[in-house]
């Protein structure tokens, strides 16, 4: 096939454009990794990305594992946190220019909702959302991108795409969680300990962590928390009551799908007082509340992506990491070049504390 020049403003990048991808072809399986083409040219509102990081969080792992249920765009890209430089943006983008750094996000923010792109791999088409991740160009909406200093460090930044803006958001922005106050944060994973940073941020105390895995509740306890509660083992009621006078946390933070768990959150919170669900649960899942509690001002609510606003929200907590009020490097533990990105996975599944992060141009950990 001949090669076509861009219709787009920029440093006159060739179309059509090949790169390699991690493709979800099927549940409960390893990704496929496969040279993905990009036909071009960009359409309005799209943006061209070179992906440098991207974290691999919760939601990654429920689309493989299919656990919200039949996928009907199979196979498809996924990823939802990443961080890059942009290459070219298709008509009417104003907000970034090419070489503009950065961070690719799944919470809408400022400019154009533009139609999500087609890619192929060896004729067959691959379906992508508005923003994709686990692949080394990213053909993404306007407003999943938001710009970021010319001297950040990507590394960090692609945590900003998902797991800190929600952690520290649920608690900034949703819960406006207030000195002094108390704070319980079940589930430790990338999400949840950033919550347990944004809550020392808050100055709230007690800040209580609680998860079933040992590494996660060491590094809530590295991150801040004021007591760790190992739910394999303790009664997580009993020990919340314990630290706050027997009347349960004033805000209480769900980190998790796990339906068990939410219902046993749910009963964690003082009367009244507040519930947030960020973790997805698994399609048709069911829980059991206390009436009676919610009668009396005990609230239960979602979270949505920790009430983001990506062009305020991810500028100004870039800055809290780099005035050392929360600790973005820390949440790493591992990187891995995107060939190796089903150990990272695995990793995952296997309950590894903190974030592992996909590095586009690496080859070693
Ligand atoms: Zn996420």
Request: with cysteine.
């Amino acid at each position: 096939m001949a090669k076509t020049s861009a219709h787009a403003k920029g440093n006159g990048v060739k179309f059509p454009l090949t790169f390699l991808a991690a493709v979800l072809e099927k549940n409960k399986a390893p990704l496929a990794l496969r040279e993905v083409v990009f036909k071009g040219p960009l359409a309005r509102g799209q943006v061209l990305a070179r992906v440098r990081y991207s974290g691999i969080c919760g939601k990654q792992i429920e689309e493989i594992q299919g656990s919200r249920g039949a996928d009907r765009f199979l196979p498809h890209l996924l990823g939802h946190e990443g961080s890059g430089a942009v290459v070219a943006v298709g008509p009417e983008v104003t907000k970034i220019r090419p070489g503009d750094r950065v961070v690719l996000h799944w919470v809408k923010g400022a400019g154009i909702d533009a139609e999500p792109p087609l890619y192929q791999s060896g004729g067959v088409r691959v379906n992508a959302g508005w923003v994709t991740t686990f692949n080394e160009y990213a053909v993404v909406s306007e407003n999943r991108v938001t710009k970021i200093s010319d001297d950040a460090d990507l590394e960090i930044a692609c945590l900003l795409g998902c797991a800190a803006t929600t952690g520290v958001g649920v608690i900034l922005n949703e819960a406006k969680v207030e000195p002094g106050e108390s704070v319980a944060i079940f589930g430790c994973g990338g999400v949840g300990l950033m919550a347990v940073q944004g809550a020392r941020l808050a100055q709230a105390t007690p800040v209580i962590a609680l998860d079933k895995n040992r590494p996660s509740l060491d590094m809530a306890l590295k991150f801040g928390a004021q007591l760790v509660v190992d739910m394999s083992r303790e009664d997580a009621l009993e020990k919340i009551r314990a630290v706050t006078g027997g009347r349960g946390a004033q805000h209480v933070i769900v980190a998790t799908g796990d339906p068990k768990v939410i219902e046993l959150a749910a009963e964690a919170s003082s009367v009244p007082g507040s519930v947030f669900l960020v973790g997805v649960p698994p399609a048709g899942a069911k829980i059991t509340v206390d009436p009676f509690r919610i009668h009396c001002q005990r609230t239960l609510t979602g979270s949505f992506g920790g009430g983001c606003v990506p062009d305020r929200d991810i500028p100004r907590y870039l800055e809290l990491h780099e005035t050392g009020k929360i600790k973005l490097d820390a949440m790493i533990v591992g990187a891995i070049p995107l060939r190796r990105i089903n150990e990272g996975v695995s990793a995952l599944l296997s309950g590894a504390a903190g974030r592992w992060i996909v590095k586009m141009d690496g080859e070693s950990a």
